[in-house]
């Protein structure tokens, strides 16, 4: 069974910083280091928007205008694991933040429908 977990979020001041994890499971990521990894946002009442992706195989990162910057993303192939670093953040970063993969080809997306597991989201809320 496929699975995206994710962990790390939390309530933080302005100017803060915190760090997701995203740990995959499943005999789908056997090839975990070959799928690309994203992290998408969604804030109240808004859409799920793209923060971050990191290709497998080299890991070429791609970052939203509004995150660049201050967000990091990485990944750990032998831990199966994608991180979020995010710094600086702001009020308007408030959201549950959700983990996807890609595990069908080599591309990146800003759509979420380029990714076809999707974890259950975490919530990250930054105070003024």
């Known amino acids: 069974q496929v699975q995206l977990v994710e962990s790390g979020g939390g309530l933080v001041q302005a100017g803060g910083s915190l760090r997701l994890s995203c740990a995959a499971s499943?005999?789908?990521?056997?090839?975990?280091?070959?799928?690309?990894m994203a992290w998408f946002r969604q804030a109240p009442g808004g859409e799920r928007d793209f923060a971050a992706a990191?290709?497998?195989?080299?890991?070429?990162?791609f970052y939203a205008d509004s995150v660049k910057g201050r967000f990091a993303i990485s990944r750990d192939n032998a831990k199966n694991t994608v991180y979020l670093e995010m710094n600086s953040l702001k009020p308007d970063d408030t959201a549950v933040y959700y983990c996807a993969v890609q595990t069908y080809g080599s591309t990146w997306s800003t759509f979420g429908s380029a990714y076809n597991y999707w974890g259950q989201g975490t919530q990250v809320t930054v105070s003024s």
């Open positions: 990191i290709k497998g195989n080299g890991g070429s990162t």
């Open positions: 499943g005999p789908t990521f056997s090839t975990f280091s070959r799928y690309t």
